[in-house]
């Protein structure tokens, strides 16, 4: 039957040199884009499972390797994308770090333009003027070891104390 012979055809296959090669025969088959291809190098184990799954389930080898290769392009694709939005998250979630500065005066469009959150360190007296509840929360990543901090009245004070540790004197203005 159907299944018999393409057993046969898997066997005989199972027994061609490995040379690590893939050879491509141009003579077209019954589809405009199937065509002969040998490949060359397959470990005879992996082989064997192959024809046993195909004999298991009356298909060619032909059929499931090209059903293996197109679930591998697939799985490669996805994992190029999603390998992108990780680096682009990562550079989104990077830290823009200002230490060590006594004095520092600075807008929320400022801030805004460094496109990134931001931390403060190491700062004597430290004034951010001109910004919403909102921006602070989503720009100040934080702000550690600050003498005096003076933020705009529009930031909730509990916006300003989830972020702050270290900081000797807060005024919300």
């Known amino acids: 039957m159907v299944t018999e012979k393409r057993k046969a055809e898997n066997e005989k296959d199972a027994d061609k040199e490995q040379t690590g090669e893939v050879i491509i025969d141009e003579g077209k088959q019954s589809g405009d884009e199937e065509k002969n291809v040998s ?3 397959v470990q005879k184990t992996l082989y064997r499972r192959i ?21 591998l392009l697939s799985t490669a694709s996805g994992a190029k994308e999603i390998s992108q939005h990780l680096v682009e998250g990562a550079k989104q979630a ?51 070891n600050v003498d005096e901090l003076t933020v705009s009245s529009k930031v909730k004070k509990a916006s300003v104390l989830k972020v702050c540790s270290f900081v000797n004197k807060i005024k919300l203005e």
């Open 39 to 41: 490949v060359k190098g």
């Open 51 to 71: 024809l046993d799954l195909a004999s298991e389930t009356g298909r060619t080898v032909g059929e499931l390797t090209n059903d293996a290769y197109k679930a």
């Open 94 to 144: 990077s830290i823009q770090s200002i230490d060590n500065i006594t004095e520092l005066e600075i807008t929320g469009p400022e801030l805004k333009e460094m496109k990134r959150k931001v931390s403060f360190n190491h700062i004597k007296k430290l004034e951010i003027s001109d910004i919403s509840d909102e921006d602070f929360c989503s720009i100040v990543a934080g702000i550690h």
